[in-house]
């Protein structure tokens, strides 16, 4: 899957603990606690695919297989933070259920699982409290579309990208679940959204390309496969190949 803004960074972590503005509540200790935990599950996990990346690499079979058997472990671990955070935000729900970011990270927490079935309660919660925000939508878009209910993630994520004029995220997941829709005119239109906002998203000419292909338009995917030599040669190969097959 290709990385997206789904990211929570300690800097979140840091402005909870800093002293409150008058009359706000301070956030519970299970709710920090779920944070500090996303976190280390997120940094394991930056650690486990930076260890398949090594692996892909090593050509020597002991190395090889010792980066492998390395990378299983830290896999484990993360998953093993993520079902922790799972707790936490439990707790943290079950203390204040009108709290926003509580049913939202609980949500959140079960999409890095890959519980998506699980995720959406939560994460629908969270959009009844605060429906124009552009996160949730996105986040409850990502949970439908992994379960392959892609119309209503096309709805959740083009609410996103309006709601958040530089949400090139958005615009990307949904350009995608427009492809798995076989939308291919709408796919190219959110793709070049993506590139308006981003234009070194190597991602974007690479789909963008691939749709155009689909659609019979050769020129234009070759047009894509240029620009793409600059920006990510392996993947303007691997178009290469596609456009030539």
């Known amino acids: 899957m ?13 402005i909870l603990l800093s002293p409150q503005v008058s009359g706000q509540k301070l956030p519970s200790k ?3 606690s779920g944070l500090l935990l996303i976190n280390k599950g997120l ?4 650690l486990w695919q930076r260890l398949e990346r090594d692996f892909q690499n090593e050509r020597d079979i002991v190395k090889a297989t010792k980066i492998k058997q390395d990378a299983a472990d830290v896999q484990k671990k993360s998953r093993a933070a993520f079902l922790q955070a799972v707790a936490a935000f439990k707790a943290a729900v079950n203390a204040d259920p009108t709290s926003f970011s509580a049913h939202y990270y609980l949500g959140w927490a079960f999409n890095e699982l890959e519980q998506y079935s699980k995720a959406i309660v939560p994460l629908d919660n969270a959009r009844q409290l605060k429906p124009r925000d552009s ?6 878009g990502w949970a439908y579309d992994r379960m392959g ?7 959740l994520f083009e609410i996103a990208a309006n709601l958040k004029s530089d949400y090139s995220e958005a615009w990307f997941e949904l350009g995608w679940t427009n492809e798995k829709m076989k939308q291919y005119q709408k796919a190219v239109e959110s793709y070049k959204q993506v590139i308006n906002l981003k234009p070194d998203d190597a991602r974007a000419y690479y789909n963008l390309a691939l749709v155009y292909l689909k659609l019979g338009n050769k020129s234009a995917a070759i047009e894509q ?7 990510d040669p392996n993947l303007a190969n691997s178009l290469n190949a596609a456009i030539n097959k």
């Open 2 to 14: 290709w990385g997206t803004s789904r990211v929570v960074g300690i800097f979140a972590v840091l």
């Open 30 to 32: 299970d709710f920090v």
């Open 43 to 46: 940094e394991l996990k930056n």
């Open 135 to 140: 996160s949730i939508n996105f986040e409850l």
């Open 149 to 155: 209910q892609f119309e209503r993630a096309a709805d």
């Open 225 to 231: 496969q240029i620009t793409l030599k600059t920006l």
